[in-house]
């Protein structure tokens, strides 16, 4: 009679497969964190043309006329100080405006003047249609 002398193990150990699966939450917890750069929520208007270039800042105007620089709210007189905080250093500095499609153009104005003013290069910011 012949016994067999190594038994197989029919157990399986999770903890590699642990360590995958919280690798995977890490990561996507971190880049989810990322996607969403711009909270204010903006009306944007209407555009088939999208811009290339990557803007350093952005700076938004609300319905109500309350403005952003990212998620900062700053007073109209701030925006500029604010900016040249920002974008020092930078050798083109790209600003993306984003303004809700109800805000005056009056105001836009005002803050592509700032940007012109400083020779910062601004991107309006629109969705796609």
Do not use: C, W
């Not at 952005?58 to 900016?83: A, G």
């Not at 809700?100 to 105001?107: A, F, G, I, S, T």
Request: hydrophobic share 45%; proline share 5%.
């Amino acid at each position: 009679m012949l016994k067999s002398r190594s038994k197989i193990n029919a157990t399986f150990s999770m903890s590699s497969m642990t360590d995958i699966v919280f690798l995977l939450l890490i990561f996507f917890m971190i880049t989810s964190t990322l996607v969403n750069p711009n909270a204010i929520k903006l009306m944007l208007p209407q555009s088939q043309q999208q811009a290339t270039a990557s803007p350093v800042t952005s700076v938004s105007i609300t319905r109500e006329l309350n403005y952003y620089v990212e998620r900062q709210p700053v007073s109209f007189n701030q925006i500029e100080s604010v900016l040249r905080e920002r974008l020092a250093g930078e050798e083109e500095p790209y600003i993306s405006l984003h303004v809700d499609e109800n805000v005056p153009m009056k105001e836009v104005v005002k803050v592509m003047n700032i940007a012109r003013n400083n020779n910062y290069r601004v991107i309006l910011a629109t969705r796609a249609r």
